[in-house]
């Protein structure tokens, strides 16, 4: 039988889930330079906490867990290390000017008559960028900073190479697998090594020796991965949390914030697809085809399979998915950096914020308005409420 001593979790600011009605979660997909899109959506989230608790609430004094895969996960990662103060590194509203700033650095882009020709070069013969900024980048934000000191429990998914199998860096882990308190730094390039974009990342620790690739290779939206590790220490008796089912959703309160997908437009079909080799598959029409199919296919089941549980549970309202599904051009990339395309995603972040809350219909797999659901913007107030009521439920418990 599994021990208290190792079935205790580490306890946020928030509190342990036990002193209060929820287990809050918030999860944010991977997308690379889209990115921007989920923190347009956390700035006014946090906004709307400090508007109902003061200006200095942070998103990490709301939520048990946060997850994020690939741009996700170094957004997680941003918004849970600590500074100086033991305060957040950044607050929400810092994260969008962050990309803006650094994204154009981390993937430079190529001008000229042969810019097409010089790009499929690179993914031919490597990684179409070299990583070196983000690497410097984040080593100098991050330096020594540990998975175990994050200010609420994490979950970053990632994907080993040499032994071919998921890797998830999640706090709940810690206990029994010392060799996981890896430096956030690493974590960071990990999940952020995106197969044709950036390299792979080895590194080592203790004894232990890590084959990094993006995360979105096992889960790019990571929403089930983080309900999976709560699952378990609530499974384990973990005393920080409350007796209940381990898939008990009417426990649960979930955000998942997507980073938008291209406008569903057929670029492919069957006949051009048989004809594909290796490149056909790798590049073509400025795309991915593999990599998107994989991404794409992994979060949509992912989605699927929230809506289906917590409407089993009758416990919808505690969910709650921002996806922008109509993306087109280069605003549907994860790489184009120019200036014009990042400050388009900004203004299809803040478009979303008004768009009518949408999920997915059960029965017929597609994504429909919410009845009387109202806007991304409404909900997330409602949401935001719900947060703060639920910490001062704690606050006064503990």
């Not at 997915?360 to 806007?375: A, H, K, M, Q, R």
Request: net charge negative; with cysteine; aromatic share 6%.
């Amino acid at each position: 039988m599994t021990s208290v001593i190792e079935a205790t979790s580490r306890i946020s600011i928030l509190g342990p889930p036990r002193s209060g009605n929820l287990i809050t979660i918030l999860s944010i997909d991977g997308g690379g330079i889209r990115g921007i899109i989920p923190s347009v959506i956390l700035r006014y989230l946090e906004s709307q906490l400090q508007e109902l608790d003061g200006k200095e609430a942070r998103l990490v004094d709301y939520f048990d867990v946060i997850s994020g895969t690939s741009t996700g996960g170094l957004i997680t990662v941003m918004l849970t290390a600590p500074n100086e103060n033991n305060r957040p590194l950044y607050a929400a509203k810092d994260v969008v000017q962050f990309y803006l700033d650094h994204a154009p650095k981390i993937f430079p882009q190529v001008g000229g008559p042969f810019a097409g020709f010089i790009k499929l070069l690179k993914t031919l013969v490597g990684p179409k960028y070299n990583g070196n900024y983000l690497k410097s980048l984040v080593t100098s934000l991050l330096g020594t900073t540990k998975l175990s000191q994050t200010l609420t429990n994490v979950v970053i998914p990632t994907f080993d190479i040499k032994n071919m199998q998921p890797l998830i860096f999640s706090s709940f882990q810690l206990a029994r697998e010392p060799s996981m308190d890896a430096q956030l730094s690493d974590i960071c390039i990990g999940t952020s090594a995106a197969p044709t974009y950036l390299p792979a990342h080895q590194f080592q620790k203790d004894d232990r020796e890590f084959n990094l690739i993006d995360g979105g290779i096992a889960a790019n939206n990571p929403s089930l991965v983080a309900i999976g590790e709560v699952a378990r220490q609530v499974l384990k008796a973990d005393p920080n949390f409350p007796a209940i089912g381990p898939l008990d959703h009417t426990r649960y309160l979930l955000i998942s914030i997507g980073t938008g997908t291209e406008k569903q437009q057929p670029l492919f079909d069957a006949k051009m697809a048989a004809k594909w080799g290796v490149l056909g598959w790798l590049v073509n029409q400025s795309s991915a085809p593999l990599i998107d199919a994989f991404t794409q296919a992994s979060a949509d089941l992912v989605v699927m399979h929230n809506n289906v549980v917590f409407e089993a549970f009758g416990s919808l309202d505690n969910y709650l998915h921002i996806q922008d599904d109509g993306l087109t051009g280069d605003l549907a990339s994860v790489d184009v950096a120019t200036k014009e395309n990042l400050e388009g995603l900004v203004k299809a972040g803040e478009g979303l914020l008004d768009n009518p809350v949408s999920r997915v219909n059960t029965s017929t797999g597609v994504v429909e308005p919410v009845l009387n659901g109202g806007t991304n913007r409404e909900a997330l107030k409602r949401f935001a409420k719900r947060l703060s009521d639920e910490r001062k439920v704690r606050e006064t418990n503990i």
